[in-house]
């Protein structure tokens, strides 16, 4: 039962109030790119055993969608930041780095 | 090679001398520095995919590697259902495929798995339900696979203790397959296993693979705890794990893996003789043969390699059954615990061909896996041996994702007005 | 045979007597007692039957670990199975039965499979039952499920009501004894939030029993003193009867309180759920003791030692009256004192170590009982109930070489600390070689949100037994007995042969003995998890916790391997099972999940409204008319709209509102048609399709003003389109300025429909509604009939027909109106399933219907809704892979069977031959299909390959039984083809 922080509201949000949204930061293809392209933006994801960048929305809360670092092995959630963001927030790196210092970084 | 035939005799036998003389269910041998083919992962479906490689298709050189001990993984922590009524055909066909396997699976294996062909009930609470189930119902026809719509009474009388009346989602009729049913979880990984240590193959535990060793694009070895092994061939069957073994291979799957949650009751005399799916308020339920009601429901819904799950689903979906059978009120959950299933693009399995060749890859059955295992290792046998899928596989490359051909079962992923 | 002593018990209020029967047969306790010693005090030994051998059990223990005293309690609809005797207090009237037995708990038929015994070793059933094969479900499985499965199945739904309730904390305690105490009072007096829950009705734990000095009081003293203190702490609230089922991630608990489990019939919840936030969880839950495995160690009257010290000094109830102790620690003489305290008679404590001394021992001893060092029980005599115990050496092979006479064996094969709670989340452990056993390893602790530990572990689950140590953590000083070293015991003796190791129980409720995993080891069913489940060691209802250790470390050995090589099998919730009443709460019948309502519900009911689940909405299917049928009450709403004029709630029709400078820009991306281009008061039927392409929902987009658009979606799809707009909005678009508001409940909504629709409408009057001022696919704003309206001139039955938005305020009142100006008319309500069939009729798509998630817009002849101009909008892109483009894809069509029949609903055309895998080859499927009452014959629509192209082609469709539907391909629209009776 996670518990993440809403960038937006400021409230440490239940996971009953949130809806999931699977990997952040992807980049849209749309017409004119190609079918591999298309591909990896629909489909192809990191799914990473360790440190994902993720999606969530405030669903009942105050609707925002926002972005977080969290762990899939242990869950710990190194930071949430607004969905504005088109790579992860550079304190949210760095957040990640102090405690993951083997991390190999977003790509 | 071979191995002591088990039977009623067998055991009366041993027991004259206090069961002294049954032997080892598999060994547990080193690895050899080569294999024809590696499987990576002793769960049902790398099991079942070893057995028929040499069974179907005389490829006995055949190790298989698992990281913690064989059946350990969703195997041993799914609720044991197995039915073939799925709407789609190259569905249907592969599950069918394995349901028509598990109705021999113990005189084949000569291992007792336990196969109950009780009958599997998918309730229609909702007029969408009730179109989507009589859709099913020809399709299967067609397909060959026997199931029939009925009445709310037919319900009633398979199901006494089901609440056909709601009084929120009354009961339409049920999608019914009279020959789904459940089987012994453990019991399937344990029977192929020895199996194929009776064939001479290699299961290996305790070992897990750390990188994949190609040259020229093609696959050449694992590196592993035990050290590097060679390997013509490479099954990779790691339900839960597959993004993280591709990538060591150098490519990204269309996975996600989640959660997926399933709890027990504490056991009673028969209640339930059936299986019960109630899809629209998202719970399923069936009794084990030690009494316990086994329940499930949904995916958590986010990336999680924990194996443990979210309480609220726990209690949405014990509610739904609470809703569909209310004498189980003043039961107790046992237990509960969860496991990480693959969730595809289109939530079908994938059988497949990879981006580097001799590499093979069996995953994405999302909740579906159990169920499937002797269809899924019997296609994926006839793929790793002749380097192309056969008819079974056919559908579930990884190339549907490219061209949009998707295997898309949620026919109610429409809404009603 | 075991007694209720004339004095004595701590917890008993002997001036209240309670009676309650016992498989029929009237018995009696007091106020104070749990089922179990209650029964022990009536001197009932026997009280159930084991699940496989069906062999005669008797209570083990006093607390949750029982594996034995499982009862059905209540009848009728508060029936139960399964209840742990030890845990239930007893009430006036408790109605009790055994279980696992036929005919009866002393004669019971299934006892045979215990002379047969060697035949049925673990696992047995994996080798056999396989032939003939359809034997094994109509003939063993029916066999093996009756004779498993504890207790019987409660007939009735249950009548009770049960809560949920949330709690939020700093300091979480799980477990009320002096170490869960102490931590509380260390957070309460810092000002955190406290919450303590303690199973058990009663606080401090095992030094209630066993004594003690703590910071200078008699530990009950001191307890009292901690209780008076936390109480009187408003930052702290305590909570007894209420457990720690389970530790979540993030620090959520869930805790399982039993408010009126011992008053059934009054007006409490019987159990009530919490779930709880807490920034720390204190895990302060105890040890619990093991059993020591020799032949016979299930027969009743053997028992745990701790478990026969808590029965004489809580409940004043002696579970014999002459007592062999067995041990391998000092602990277990605290019960030999505590039996002679009482006056009963001890006959020797067998100890398995060969030299240990202390002043435990010492005490023993001088009150004259022989300890025989060095010994162990090779065998428990008796039948039903113990007579005797044959001693040999602990070191050999079980010769035997003296009996004692006793009725009664307290045996304690050292304490495991309960290490559940802190396990759940992924606390690790580590093997403590010296104290022989699995203690938590404080380096790595279950971890929260932020990776930091969240648990802390504290008293005996931190494996401390002994006062002093658990009390030096808080900086208390205590004082108990000195002890001397455990030594480790798991064979009882030694080198016991087979003919004791199968008859030496690990697992009591399961029957899983020593010989079982021995067995599984030699198999190859090496690792503990293999073990388990082969044996079934450790899967009863008491998950293990009398057997786990015991049984691993039998496993251990049987490999040659040590202990922690081998490792626990994973502690999951619940702790002790939990009620699904429980899990369940309020949530049920009507409350099962949330009702939407439109503000017209209640008309609808009173009018008799037969209702159809539409997401969390309830819909009119239709209005039966006393006596009617529910097709020909359809067939009357049908023609008396299409004939005069209808009235549909359409309020469940998602609405949402688009608004904002980039607003029509938005909107082109969102929809496959332009709607950027719409003109202000006009209509347009837009489609959405998802980024792969599939249509997902549609409707009617409305330009309200400049800047304003109006978006109406399916029902079922408001929340979730919303929710997509948003996503968009916000996560790839947010520089755009779009703001959206889900209007949904803020109207109700009116469709009128029929040729007399503008006679209703002008009758309500005040607005202008004629051809000329509100042309079909137009829109105004006004009033009607008094009402704020906004009407829409849209149809989706194919005829004349306007909808009408009113606040939901006043959406009754006006369908009211509605109603009463329609009354000359004759005007009639209709419901969903009119709805279907006159659009049907018209050939107009139904999402859910004609789309399934496999569908594109291209698919259903809606090329015309899809914008050549557009260079993107969503899913354009994934409409250009191969397999969307197929000109083999099926296409919308529609269908007419030859003879007029209705073609059943789901059916497929079929083509010829057989595809690889031997199936039936198709080529197209119904997708709606219904009678028309308008055109008196049955009408279809399908997909079907290249079907446009096959204009009066027959299909064949196979029905049931053989039949086969002849169907020809048609053009989909049935009614009116050129809209003229909608556009007038």
Known sequence: MLILHCPYCGVDAEESELAPGGEAHLKRFGPGSSDEDFEAYMFARKNPKGVHFERWRHAYGCGKWFLAARCTATLEVFGTYKAQNPRPHPDIVAAVKAKRPGWEGWK | MGMRRYSMFAVAREALRFHAGWERAWKSPEPKSHYDVIVVGAGGHGLATAYYLGKVHGIRNVAVIEKGWLGGGNTGRNTTIIRSNYLQDPSAAIYEKARSLYEDLSQDLNYNVMFSPRGLLMLAQSEHERRGYQRTVYANNLQGIETEWITPQKVKELVPILNIEGPRYPVLGALYQERGGTARHDAVAWGYARGCSAMGMDIIQQCEVTGVRTEGGKVVGIDTTKGAIGCSKLAMVVAGHSSVLAEMAGFRLPIESMALQAWVSEPIKPAIDVVVMANLVHGYMSQSDKGELVIGGGTDGFNNYTQRGSWHHVEETTRALVETFPIISRLKMLRQWGGIVDMTGDRSPILSKTPVENIFVNCGWGTGGFKSIPGSGWAMAELVAKGEPGPLAAEFGLIRFREGRFIDESVAAGVAH | ?984
Request: aromatic residues 8%; hydrophobic residues 40%; charged residues 25%.
């Open chain 3, 1 to 984: 045979m075991s007694l209720r002593l004339t004095k004595g018990g701590r917890l008993i209020d002997r001036s209240k007597p309670l009676g309650f029967r016992f498989n029929g047969q009237p018995m009696h306790g007091f106020a104070g007692d749990t089922l179990a010693s209650a029964l022990l005090g009536a001197g009932q030994a026997m009280v159930g039957r084991s699940f496989k051998y069906h062999r005669p059990r008797g209570i083990v223990a006093s607390g949750v670990e029982e594996p034995n005293a499982l009862l059905g309690l209540g009848t009728g609809a508060r029936f139960e199975p399964d209840q742990r005797a030890t845990t239930t207090e007893l009430f006036e009237g408790a109605t009790t039965t055994s279980q696992n037995h036929w005919p009866s708990l002393k004669f019971d038929v299934g006892a045979i499979n215990d002379k047969l015994y060697r035949l049925f070793p673990a696992g047995f059933y994996y080798k056999t039952f396989m032939f003939p094969r359809f034997a094994w479900k109509h003939v063993f499985e029916p066999i093996v499920r009756q004779s498993a499965g504890l207790g019987e199945v409660p007939k009735d739904a249950d009548v009770d009501r049960y809560e949920q309730a949330y709690g939020y904390c700093d300091v979480l305690v799980a477990g009320g004894g002096v170490a869960g105490l102490a931590a509380a009072l260390e957070a309460g007096r810092k000002g955190q939030r406290v919450i303590v829950l303690e199973q058990t009705p009663h606080w401090g734990g095992r030094a209630m029993v066993d004594g003690g000095q703590i910071d200078g009081h008699d530990a009950a003293d001191w307890v009292a003193a901690a209780l008076a203190e936390l109480k009187a702490m408003a930052n702290v609230s305590l909570r007894n009867r209420t457990m720690v089922s389970g530790v979540f991630d993030h620090g959520y608990v869930i805790g399982y309180q039993r408010v009126g489990d011992a008053e059934p019939g009054s007006d409490k919840p019987r159990h009530r759920l919490w779930r709880i936030r807490a920034g720390q969880i204190v895990v302060a839950s105890g040890a619990i003791e093991r059993p020591i495995s020799f032949a016979g160690n299930d027969l009743p009257g053997v028992m745990l030692a701790g478990a026969v010290r808590d029965y004489i000094m809580n409940w004043a109830v002696a579970p014999g009256q002459r007592l062999v102790v067995v041990t391998n620690n000092d602990d277990a003489y605290r019960t030999a004192l505590a039996a002679l305290d009482a006056g009963l008679e001890v006959a020797g404590v067998v100890d398995a170590r060969e030299a240990a001394s202390g002043p435990l021992i010492d005490a023993v001893k001088a009150r004259g009982v022989r300890v025989y060092e060095g010994h162990g029980i090779a065998k428990v005599k008796g039948r039903a109930e113990v007579t005797g115990v044959e001693l040999c050496r602990q070191a050999g092979e079980g010769t035997v070489v003296m009996e004692l006479a006793c009725d009664a064996v307290a045996m304690s094969g050292g304490w495991s600390p309960a290490v559940h709670l802190w396990s759940h989340c992924g606390g690790k452990l580590f093997w403590d070689e010296a104290a022989v056993m699995f203690r938590p390893d404080h380096a790595r602790p279950p971890t929260g949100a932020d990776g930091e530990a969240m648990a802390r572990i504290v008293g005996a689950a931190d494996g401390k037994l002994r006062l002093c140590e658990i009390m030096e953590e808080f900086g208390l000083g205590a004082v108990a007995d000195e002890e001397s070293a455990i030594e480790p015991v798991w064979l009882m003796p030694a080198r016991a042969p087979d003919a004791l190791r199968f008859k030496a129980f690990l697992d009591y409720q399961n029957d899983v003995k020593v010989s079982d995993v021995q067995l599984a080891a030699r198999e190859g069913y090496e690792s503990v998890e293999h073990t388990k489940r082969y044996t079934t060691l450790g899967m009863a209802t008491d998950q293990g916790k009398l057997s786990n250790i015991n049984g691993l470390a039998i496993l251990s050995d049987a490999l040659g391997r040590p202990i922690p090589a081998t490792g626990t099998t994973t502690f999951r919730p619940p702790y002790t099972p939990i009620s699904f009443g429980a899990i369940t709460g309020e949530a049920r019948g009507e409350l099962f999940q949330p009702l939407r309502r439109t503000p017209i519900q209640g008309w609808h009911a009173a009018r008799g409204a037969h209702w159809e689940p539409v997401g969390q909405w309830r819909r009119p299917y239709c209005y039966p008319r006393s006596g009617e049928a529910h097709g020909d009450a359809v067939k009357r709403e049908i023609l008396t709209t299409r004939e005069k004029v209808g009235m549909l709630d359409a309020s469940t029709l998602g609405k949402i509102v688009v608004k904002g400078p980039d607003a029509g820009r938005f909107l082109d991306m969102l929809y496959t048609n332009l709607m950027s281009t719409l003109p202000v008061g006009k209509c347009r039927y837009g489609l959405m399709c998802n980024e792969n392409g599939f249509l997902m929902d549609d409707g009617v987009v409305v330009r309200l003003s400049e800047d304003s658009w109006l978006c109406h979606t399916t029902s079922g799809g408001a929340d979730r389109i919303h929710g997509w707009m948003e996503d968009w909005l916000q996560c790839e678009w947010w520089d755009w300025k779009v703001y959206t508001a889900n209007l949904t409940e803020q109207f109700a909504q009116v469709a009128v429909v029929g040729p007399k629709a503008r006679a209703v409408l002008e009758k309500l009057g005040g607005m202008d509604v004629s051809k000329e001022a509100l042309p079909f696919m137009t829109y105004v704003e006004g009033e009607l009939g008094g009402f704020r309206a906004r009407v829409f001139r849209i149809s989706f039955s194919g005829e004349l027909s306007y909808e009408i938005a009113v606040p939901t305020s006043e959406g009754l009142a006006f369908w009211e109106a509605v109603a009463e100006a329609g009354a000359e008319f004759g005007i009639t309500p209709y419901g969903t399933e009119a709805l279907h069939v006159m659009r049907a009729e018209k050939g107009f798509i139904m999402i859910g219907d004609e789309t399934d998630g496999t569908v594109i817009p291209q698919d259903l002849g809606l090329g015309w809704a899809i914008s050549k101009k557009k260079e993107d909008y969503l899913g354009k892109r994934a409409q250009q892979r191969s397999y969307m483009t197929d000109p083999d894809r099926w296409k919308l069509v529609g269908l007419e069977t030859l003879d007029g029949s209705v073609l059943p609903d789901g059916v497929y055309a079929v083509d010829a031959g057989h595809n690889a895998n031997g199936q039936r080859n198709v080529q197209g499927r119904v997708t709606s299909t219904y009678f028309s009452p308008t055109l008196g014959k049955g009408i279809a629509m399908g997909l079907v390959r290249r079907g446009p192209d096959r204009m009066g082609e027959v299909l064949d469709f196979p029905g049931d039984n053989g039949a086969i539907h002849k169907a020809r391909i048609v053009d989909p629209c049935f009614y009116d083809k050129e809209g003229e009776k909608a556009n007038v």
